[in-house]
T-cell receptor, first 112, second 117 residues
Framework: KQEVTQIPAALSVPEGENLVLNCSFT??????LQWFRQDPGKGLTSLLLIQSSQREQTSGRLNASLDKSSGRSTLYIAASQPGDSATYLCAVKSRTGNQFYFGTGTSLTVIP | GAVVSQHPSWVICKSGTSVKIECRSL??????MFWYRQFPKQSLMLMAT?????????EQGVEKDKFLINHASLTLSTLTVTSAHPEDSSFYIC?????????????FGEGSRLTVL
């Protein structure tokens, strides 16, 4: 069974720093990988979607990379802002079937 | 991007009553929707996979008679918490992915906070 791990579980950085969040998965047979953001008491907002054939995706200050062979993805946030404070989750979609596997998330705090 | 709407966003009910939560895909057809439960400061717990026109698939440990799921159309799935008790108080979230010719991207509703008195 696919297992998704996110490290660190929590991260606190001063405003303006660049940071990297990590996501690893055990089965490389994935259809895609998605990064989400969740604010307290809210649903999840899709940030970036990387198809299995892609290596990276960018949106504004966010850049996500995918290395299927090593079972890793990173989410890079440039010039962090207090508004980036949230929990970030990654999820992989299985290649076969319609199943999604979630990491436990990284809680990010950006200190003004 | 695609939008999933969930309603109500919060509900308070008395113990023993039933509560229905709706999940709608607004601009795409969702043959499959997912229902999750989330406890404070914890990750999502998949409760069941809702399949349009057929029975839902429940995860181990989730009572199907307690959490009734109906996926009557390609844009609507409902979760009914029957005879709710205080221990059912939680944050419930639905999601759907664009499967037919889509990217497989997963979209989430805004979540529904249930408080059972």
């Amino acid at each position: 069974k696919q297992e998704v791990t996110q490290i660190p579980a929590a991260l606190s950085v001063p405003e303006g720093e660049n940071l990297v969040l990590n996501c690893s998965f055990t089965d490389s047979a994935i259809y895609n990988l998605q990064w989400f953001r969740q604010d307290p008491g809210k649903g999840l907002t899709s940030l970036l979607l990387i198809q299995s054939s892609q290596r990276e995706q960018t949106s504004g200050r966010l850049n996500a990379s995918l290395d299927k062979s090593s079972g890793r993805s990173t989410l890079y946030i440039a010039a962090s802002q207090p508004g980036d404070s949230a929990t970030y989750l990654c999820a992989v979609k299985s290649r076969t079937g319609n199943q999604f596997y979630f990491g436990t998330g990284t809680s990010l705090t950006v200190i003004p | 991007g695609a939008v999933v709407s969930q309603h109500p966003s919060w509900v308070i009910c008395k113990s023993g009553t039933s509560v229905k939560i709706e999940c709608r895909s607004l601009d795409f057809q969702a043959t499959t929707m997912f229902w999750y439960r989330q406890f404070p400061k914890q990750s999502l717990m998949l409760m069941a996979t809702s399949n349009e026109g057929s029975k839902a698939t429940y995860e181990q440990g989730v009572e199907k008679d307690k959490f009734l799921i109906n996926h009557a159309s390609l844009t609507l799935s409902t979760l009914t918490v029957t005879s709710a008790h205080p221990e059912d108080s939680s944050f419930y979230i639905c999601s759907a992915s664009e499967e037919r010719g889509g990217t497989g991207e997963l979209f989430f509703g805004e979540g529904s906070r249930l408080t059972v008195l």
